[in-house]
């Protein structure tokens, strides 16, 4: 069995950990009706059902919940190793930084040089 498709596991997580197709859609720059198909598609080829639909609102089922689960570490894993390569590349480690704005501007950002 060949493994699902990369963008079809992040649409399935997106759409899980927001309840909506629709906000899914919106978080990952596509249509409601891409996120739509590819879970669509995902549920006939793993002959499982991801979701409960009830009018706009979309329900994991046990199944669903349990598998979206399993893969979001498995996500997470691969963003973490694609961001971790990304910021050595050209021999530059980058470091995120997230503070209040008066700090940044007042304290930190004068000194970035210094760093």
């Known amino acids: 069995m060949r493994l699902p498709s990369l963008i079809a596991l992040q649409m399935l997580e997106c759409a899980a950990r927001l309840g909506s197709f629709t906000r899914a859609a919106a978080e990952l720059n596509v249509t409601e ?3 739509s198909r ?3 598609a995902l549920e006939e080829r793993l002959g499982v059902r991801f979701f409960e639909r009830i009018k706009k609102r979309v329900v994991l089922t046990s199944d669903g919940d349990r598998y979206v689960r ?5 996500l997470k894993a691969i963003e973490r190793a694609t961001k971790d390569l990304a910021s ?3 021999g530059m480690e980058v470091i995120e930084l997230a503070v209040v704005p008066t700090f940044a501007t007042q304290w930190l ?3 970035l040089g210094s760093f």
């Open 88 to 90: 050595r590349a050209g």
């Open 109 to 111: 950002i004068p000194r």
């Open 70 to 74: 399993e893969i979001r570490a498995e």
């Open 38 to 40: 590819q879970i669509q």
């Open 33 to 35: 009706s891409a996120v």
